[in-house]
């Protein structure tokens, strides 16, 4: 049997040793972080995302193992155990073929073979398999026994079928086998349920929908999937592409390519023999009846778990980009949580994010103090030096965009810039926990001004403060497994907070507990010991933190940046351990650190080989000489904006042909959701992201990219909008009417039903964009994002 670490490997494309030294160090309790950046002599340079991969499929095949385990014991104990099971379990290589192999040992209760068993019936159940020359009744006869519960032949009969249905049903190789001829030939289809039309009426195109499993995308398997739990469909794995040719017109109908292959397995053969009939209607009820169950059951399994996987990996890619999205750095900064009645909050916030002032404006209906409003905000401004304003994109946020672009047209030599920035959470966090001891005399209401005007500083650093869960940028979020979308949107946030760094002195609790080997009491006790004792002023000093012991501070000392400290390496991704080996350098170049840190000429003319040895080989020497280069270097992009159009700023204000420049709020399967300042996304579908076939929409766009769109249609009864980025694109000449009404998806989660395919690109996209639109019931999801 193949070792685990081969397996992984294999998979991997990679040496067992590397998997070997990677599994060693992820049991010894090491962050994948960690080893991706600092130990890539031991795994052979494993990047974050094989480690993840490795860490993934580790967990499932020990699982596996562990089952395997508990599977032969329990055979072992019924007495039933021969060495060619034993090497069949031991060959299984997937949990389903190994519950395959187990099912006819696995205890259950007692069934109609066991009853009919424990009555004698076995040896009339052998009899009519093996000799089809047999007359059944006159067999059966023999077996009649009142007392043992068979009353007449025909009860005799139902008893030898019960057993061979049984054992039919149990074959691991041929239900192995018919599982994935179903999968193969097979499709899902889907019905309303009687009396729910219009209640269900958001899954009308699934009302009667037909679609072969292995086509079958991860966004309409979780779509259908949400109108049966409803209660609005009806869902069923049909086996056969077609049915049997004249099946309909015979009184005996002809046997399936499925219930052949049961019948070939069990040599049954129908010769016209006294038995052979009776065994076709017995392989057609264990596949009718079992067979057919068992696995239609395994491949909805099969289904969901391939959506959900896909999903999760749609939400993990966009909770990445939103967190690495550019960050606008050390600016003082004012947000502004729009909103209509209750007025406008407002949050002023310095260059180190610390909240100096909060207002509340009421500048929009029904009170309509526009004037006093901007005279608020100027003073706050002037009085804080703000650079920037952050608008919260929720309800009134082009009301007040346009609220802000006044007060920068009436006082210039402000000098502010203003940008929309996505609020997802903002209310989520402004409820925590964590905001209450962040923010203990901010009302609930000014924390979500606060929140909007820090993530414009530095997304990453205030999203952490949140579920990723209510960020936003998922498709069916709230259908997913909990642990397994938690687990890996905590891995996502886990590579996001490490890649980029950590300053200890400035950091919030929550984002030091995403720090590699820190977690939460760690980062509450780093926090604690800054307050009572200062500023870090070098790395070394984390050891005096309670609890934070060597495995800890090897684990996370790296991360955790100390800009303007004693020692200029504490501020870089250099390891403390590795600095043994900038001594070196230095020593060969004659100079001190701060001379050579960011000297490029001197740092591209050395030899990183000069400088290993056995403990630090190139992998990290090359590592350690890119970063004196430039330390403390962001990997997130450069700062910009996106500039609504004037005087755009609802539904009604698009027309067809309109180029409008945009921010990508979320990419799911089927394109990307683009906020074009009118409270309500766009969808560019997949088939408009580019003038190529497009197999994934994030190769193209992201969440937080600037992108420019054309507008191809418009449907204001259903608040739809097409939109494409191809833009010498031709538009729709009328705007698609018609339809059922269906209800707008939230942010981050998909519509009812997706595009069926992706068409190829075409002169007039409108209208094909159209049609596509209107099947998936999309609109869009620029509601508050709260």
Not at 142 to 171: T, W
Not at 612 to 625: M, R, S
Not at 628 to 643: I, M, N, Q, S, W
Request: glycine share 8%; net charge neutral; with cysteine.
């Amino acid at each position: 049997m193949v070792s685990i670490n081969q397996r992984i490997a294999d998979e991997l494309g990679v040496q067992e040793k590397q998997v070997a030294a990677a599994v060693d160090l992820l049991d010894g309790g090491a962050t994948v972080p960690f080893v991706a950046r600092y130990r890539k002599e031991a795994t052979g340079a494993l990047d974050d995302a094989q480690l993840r991969t490795l860490d993934e499929r580790l967990r499932y095949l020990r699982d596996l193992e562990e089952r395997r385990a508990a599977v032969l014991a329990s055979i072992a104990e019924q007495g039933k155990l021969d060495a060619a099971l034993e090497a069949a379990i031991k060959a299984a290589d997937t949990k389903a073929r190994l519950e395959d192999i187990y099912l006819p040992f696995k205890p259950k209760r007692r069934t109609k073979a066991q009853i009919a068993r424990e009555a004698g019936l076995g040896p009339l159940a052998e009899a009519l398999l093996t000799k089809p020359a047999l007359d059944p009744a006159a067999q059966a006869a023999a077996f009649v026994n009142a007392d043992k519960g068979v009353g007449d032949v025909q009860a005799a009969l139902d008893g030898a079928r019960s057993i061979l249905v049984e054992r039919f049903s149990e074959d691991a190789d041929l239900i192995g086998a018919l599982r994935e001829e179903v999968w193969t030939r097979g499709k899902v289809t889907s019905k309303v349920r009687e009396g729910k039309e219009t209640a269900g009426a958001k899954f009308a195109d699934y009302f009667d929908f037909s679609e072969p499993l292995v086509k079958l995308p991860s966004h309409r398997i979780l779509a259908l999937y949400r109108g049966e739990k409803e209660e609005f469909l009806d869902i069923r794995i049909e086996p056969e592409p077609e049915a049997p040719p004249a099946a309909a017109k015979t009184a005996s109908p002809q046997p399936g390519t499925y219930e052949r292959r049961i019948a070939h397995r069990f040599g049954i053969i129908d010769q016209g023999r006294p038995g052979d009939k009776w065994l076709a209607e017995t392989v057609r009820w264990a596949w009718r009846t079992k067979i057919l169950v068992h696995i239609s059951v395994d491949l909805r399994g099969r289904l969901w778990q391939a959506a959900e996987d896909e999903a999760v990996k749609v939400f993990a890619g966009n909770l990445r980009d939103l967190l690495l999205a550019a960050p606008a750095g050390t600016r003082a900064t004012m947000g502004l949580d729009p909103g209509f009645r209750t007025g406008v909050k407002v949050a002023v916030v310095d260059a180190t994010s610390r909240v100096v002032a909060t207002a509340t404006i009421y500048p929009h209906e029904p009170q309509r103090r526009w004037d006093e409003a901007i005279a608020t905000l100027a003073a706050l401004a002037a009085r804080h030096k703000v650079e920037l304003v952050a608008i919260g994109n929720g309800t009134a946020s082009r009301e007040t965009d346009k609220l802000a672009a006044e007060l920068i047209q009436r006082y210039p030599e402000l000098k502010l810039t203003k940008i929309m920035v996505s609020e997802a959470g903002a209310s989520v966090y402004s409820a925590s926990a964590y905001a209450s001891q962040e923010l203990p005399d901010l009302d609930v209401s000014l924390r979500g001004a606060v929140s909007i005007a820090r993530r414009l500083q530095d997304p990453l650093a205030e999203l952490v403060k949140i579920d990723p869960k209510s960020i936003g940028v998922g498709q069916y979020q709230h259908d997913l497994a909990e642990s397994k979308l938690s687990r890996s949107l905590d891995a996502v946030v886990e590579d996001c907070v490490n890649a980029v760094g950590v300053d200890v002195n400035t950091a919030s609790a929550p984002l030091l507990a995403r720090v590699s080997g820190v977690g939460e009491g760690l980062a509450q006790n780093i926090v604690l010991h800054r307050d009572e004792n200062g500023p870090f002023r070098k790395r070394s000093d984390l050891k005096k933190v309670a609890r934070l012991g060597p495995k800890a501070f090897e684990q996370a000392a790296g991360f955790l940046r100390i800009p303007k400290g004693d020692d200029p390496l504490d501020a870089s991704s250099v390891h403390p351990e590795a600095y043994p080996v900038v001594r070196r350098i230095l020593e060969a170049t004659r100079s001190d650190i701060r001379g050579l840190i960011g000297n490029a000429t001197v740092l591209r003319g050395l030899q990183p080989v000069r400088f290993t040895d056995e403990t630090f080989g190139l992998p990290t020497v090359t590592d350690i000489l890119k970063e004196l280069e430039k330390p403390g270097r962001d990997p997130r992009p450069a700062f910009k904006t996106a500039t609504f159009r004037e005087g755009v700023e609802k539904l009604s204000d698009l027309e067809p042909g309109m180029v409008l420049e945009g921010v990508v709020t979320n990419v799911a399967a089927f394109g990307a959701f683009v906020d074009i300042g009118v409270h309500q996304d766009g969808l560019v579908h997949i088939s408009a992201m580019a003038s190529t076939f497009v197999k994934d929409p994030r190769a193209v766009a992201k969440p937080g990219d600037i992108v420019r769109v054309k507008v191809l249609e418009v449907d204001q009864a259903r608040k739809r909008i097409a939109l494409t980025m191809r833009l010498d694109d031709d538009v729709a000449r009328e705007p698609r009417r018609g339809g059922p009404e269906r209800p707008q998806p939230r942010p981050g989660q998909q519509a009812s039903r997706p595009p069926q395919r992706q068409q190829p690109a075409k002169t007039d996209t409108g209208g094909a964009l159209a049609e596509a639109l209107r099947r998936a019931g999309l609109k869009g999801g620029n509601e508050p994002r709260r």
